[in-house]
């Protein structure tokens, strides 16, 4: 069993401070569903966690399994066994699906190649599982994928992968009802003793496919409540509002930075 | 795969049917369809010229190499000509070790022939000049060029089209790679004759520098003498995105890696079309030893 600790987390892009103190304690088998409105930080705490350069840590620690994340670069935060699927997966071109995946598996199991046999075996009932195209092996990494075709292919690597914690960030948006299924139901097969995950959205409806063990609320870059699925409710009928005169906290929605 | 090697100016073995070589001139007869490729070698053999011609309605594919380990002047004069209505695929893979290379080719595009051309250079100091000229109507002429260079190399890549047949189109996608000190020079060209109606002709350039070091210029150049034509051209030099890095490193990759993923990315569309196997893999190793 694994963990991930955040403590005291905050956040900076270009001197401003975005997150001002995230704490937060994931372990392996559960879901932790960070909801809130938009501009709170939210993927902002994913992509800090990832080690992305835009984002500057000035305080707090991170550690999966008692190592200080922080301190790793992005490619070695992944071979920890983090995982970020992302909002906005990069297009490579020229990079097909399959040599980009062999060369991550790779990268990820200490440079130990899987033989190619079983590589494709595993590569095509994962993308059966996520009904994607059977072309994909052989097309370029996102490229000129739609919108649900990305968020499945984030899912896809993420099932080779198999690392210890996953954050989603906003894998549900863009989806349309069928692929929202699909994508939930595979993320809620993979969770188990040897996995955990984050889930950052601002919708409920995925939220009906995998079900959450925690679930907290982020505003103005802190987490201010944390709870379990009946805050899922409370939302879904009354929005954010009633956070801010129950905690008696002011902010104001603002665009996603 | 037919496979020839051209050394001191004669054919090293047999010639397949329907081509003969007379005064270093490959003559490829009218009215033939060659399915595999045609591999010819030039083996260290410096000062040489040649001249391919292919026959009128014929179909080939041909890839040309050239690679010596001299390091004294090297000079090759390469002409390729196709006849009316042939459809020619011309790949040249060069690796050369001179220290001042220089390889000149001329292509002519006859009446409804279709030239599908490409350059990939990975040489450590040359100037190469790809001059394509469409002479017949409705000729088309597609050249993509490709060089890379890293420490001490230094490659000026001249690519010219010049359309002087009405209803003529010429495009060219070439790409510029420079790691540690290396640079690239590259230029292109494209002319559109006065009378030349309807002439189509639009370039890219792209400029990848995968170190502070590299230097890279590129020149796109549009010279055009007559109204009625279409014409578009665009030039680009920039690092790596650094958001498809980030992507690529988050998957486990390290920097170098992703890096070289990336750059191969860009080579694939070139680096698919060289069928020769043991040729290709030579191409992607001389490539990535540079990265």
């Known amino acids: 069993m694994s963990v991930l600790t955040i403590s005291n987390l905050k956040v900076s ?9 995230v704490n937060l304690v994931v372990k392996s088998g559960e879901v932790h569903a960070i909801m809130g409105p938009n501009g709170t930080g939210k993927s902002t705490l994913a992509s800090a966690l990832m080690g992305h350069p835009k984002y500057e840590v000035t305080e707090g620690e991170v550690t999966l399994d008692e190592e200080n994340i922080l301190d790793l670069e992005v490619d070695e935060r992944a071979r920890a066994g983090l995982f970020l699927a992302m909002q906005y997966p990069a297009e490579v071109p ?5 040599d980009f995946m062999r060369s991550a598996l790779k990268a990820v199991n200490d440079g130990k190649q899987t033989p190619l046999f079983e590589f494709i075996t595993k590569y095509e009932n994962a993308a059966k599982e996520l009904k994607m195209r059977e072309d994909l092996p052989h097309r370029y990494l996102n490229e000129g994928f739609s919108g649900g075709e990305k968020k499945r292919n984030e899912i896809l690597q993420l099932k080779m992968l198999k690392p210890k914690f996953a ?5 549900d948006s863009g989806l349309d009802i069928d692929a929202l299924k699909i994508v939930g139901e595979n993320v809620n097969d993979m969770v188990n003793s040897d996995f955990g995950c984050i889930l950052i959205t601002h ?3 995925i939220l009906d496919h ?11 870059g802190k987490i201010v409540l944390s709870g379990g699925q009946e805050l899922i409710e409370k939302i879904d009928q009354n929005g954010y509002e009633w956070v801010k005169e129950e905690l008696g906290i002011d902010f104001q929605e603002a665009e996603q930075a | 795969m037919n496979a ?13 049917t329907g081509i003969t070589f007379t005064d270093q001139t490959l003559k490829i007869a009218k009215n033939s369809h060659f399915e595999d490729p045609i591999k010819i070698t030039l083996k260290d053999d410096n000062n040489e010229s040649l001249e391919i011609i292919v026959g009128e309605s014929s179909q080939v594919k041909i890839i040309l190499e050239i690679a010596s380990e001299d390091t004294n002047q090297n000079v090759y004069d390469i002409k390729l000509t196709a006849k009316q209505n042939a459809i020619v695929k011309y790949l040249l893979v060069c690796d050369l070790a001179s220290n001042d290379a220089k390889l000149h080719h001329y292509f002519t595009a006859e009446r409804d022939a279709q030239m599908d051309l490409i350059g990939g250079f990975v040489s450590n100091v040359i100037n190469a000049k790809m001059n394509a000229k469409l002479i017949g109507e409705g000729a088309n002429v597609n050249l993509r060029a490709v060089a890379i260079s890293s420490t ?4 000026v890549i001249d690519i010219e089209i010049i359309h002087a047949a009405p209803n003529s189109t010429g495009t060219m996608h070439n790409i510029a790679i420079a790691n540690q000190n290396g640079k690239v020079v590259l230029n292109g ?3 559109i004759l006065k009378g030349m109606k309807n002439a189509n002709a639009y370039q890219s350039l792209k400029g990848i520098i995968a170190s502070d070091d590299a230097i890279i210029e590129v020149n796109p150049i549009l010279l055009i003498d007559e109204y009625d034509v279409k014409a578009g051209h665009g030039a680009t030099i920039g690092k790596l995105d650094e958001g498809s890095v980030f992507y690529l490193m988050s998957r486990g990759l390290n920097r170098k890696d992703a890096e070289r993923l990336m750059i191969n990315g860009f080579l694939n569309p070139i680096i698919s079309e060289i069928d020769d196997e043991p040729l290709r893999e030579r191409f992607v190793e001389l490539v990535n030893q540079r990265l």
Request: aromatic share 2%.
């Open chain 1, 167 to 171: 954050i989603l960030d906003e894998i």
């Open chain 1, 94 to 98: 020229g990079v097909t699906n399959s």
């Open chain 1, 203 to 205: 919708y409920q409806r």
């Open chain 2, 4 to 16: 020839l090697v051209i050394k001191d100016h004669a054919i090293i073995g047999s010639l397949p």
């Open chain 1, 13 to 21: 892009i270009e001197d401003k401070e975005i997150l001002k103190g």
């Open chain 2, 152 to 155: 001490d190399n230094k490659q």
């Open chain 2, 189 to 191: 060209v494209e002319k």
């Open chain 1, 210 to 220: 995998i079900k959450p063990t925690n679930v907290h609320i982020m505003i103005d």
